[in-house]
């Protein structure tokens, strides 16, 4: 298996740009996770997503970001309009249930200059 | 405080054992996990252990839980220079896993 696929790995944008992330989850996993790292605030849980469904976004900073999940196989997460505080690290994770392992991608890099 | 708090640094000489503490909050936490991140990669699963075990060994690995005081450790023994890493506790209720900030394990020669 490929493992969960991140892109873009690394984006320099400007501030007020959108940026739009992109994550393929492992094939038959049905639970999928959005986190945020940065130094200062470690790993954060922004959204997860049960069954395609958004389940608790209760983490996502403010209304500049959102996520969707279309299909079983694709998810975005989207900033809009971006600032130099978005600056993270954005990483997709996959499972396929509660007591299962979580596996991650590989990251997407983000610096809004 | 934080939900699952651990050290943020951890120097050890090459050879010797590492001890990593994290300690969390929510005694009804199913599972708990210690991840291993890299330079410029994502988290990889280390080892995990269900809440109502003690001690799991895996190899160089031994993690620790102490359910009365919620406190979890990771032990790894003969320390090698590609265990310099961030190491990360979790905690998994239902679907929803929370990360400690990690803890940057740096080995000394």
């Known amino acids: 298996d490929a493992g969960v696929i991140q892109s873009p790995r690394h984006e320099v944008t400007e501030m007020g740009q959108e940026v739009t992330l992109r994550c393929k989850p492992i094939?038959?996993?049905?639970?999928l996770f959005w986190y945020r790292q940065t130094m200062m605030r470690g790993l954060e849980l922004l959204i997860y997503f049960n069954n395609n469904v958004p389940i608790d976004d209760s983490g996502m900073p403010e209304d500049r970001f959102s996520a969707k999940m279309p299909n079983a196989s694709f998810s975005t997460l989207k900033i809009q309009p971006s600032e130099p505080r978005d600056s993270a690290v954005y990483f997709c994770?996959?499972?396929?249930?509660?007591?299962?392992?979580?596996?991650f991608g590989e990251g997407s890099w983000l610096t809004v200059v | 405080g934080e939900d699952v708090e651990q050290s943020l640094f951890l120097s050890v000489r090459e050879g010797d054992s590492s001890v990593i503490n994290c300690t969390y909050t929510d005694s009804s936490s199913t599972y708990l996990y210690w991840y291993k991140q890299e330079p410029g990669a994502g988290l990889q699963l280390l080892t995990y252990i269900f809440s109502n075990m003690d001690m799991k060994q895996d190899q160089r690995l031994t993690v620790l839980l102490n359910k009365k005081d919620k406190h979890l450790s990771l032990r790894i023994a003969d320390t090698q220079t590609g265990d310099s890493a961030i190491y990360f506790c979790?905690?998994?209720?239902?679907?929803?896993?929370?990360f400690g900030k990690g803890t940057r394990l740096h080995i000394l020669p």
């Open positions: 979790a905690r998994r209720r239902d679907d929803k896993i929370i």
């Open positions: 994770a996959s499972t396929a249930g509660p007591g299962n392992t979580i596996y």
């Open positions: 094939s038959g996993h049905n639970s």
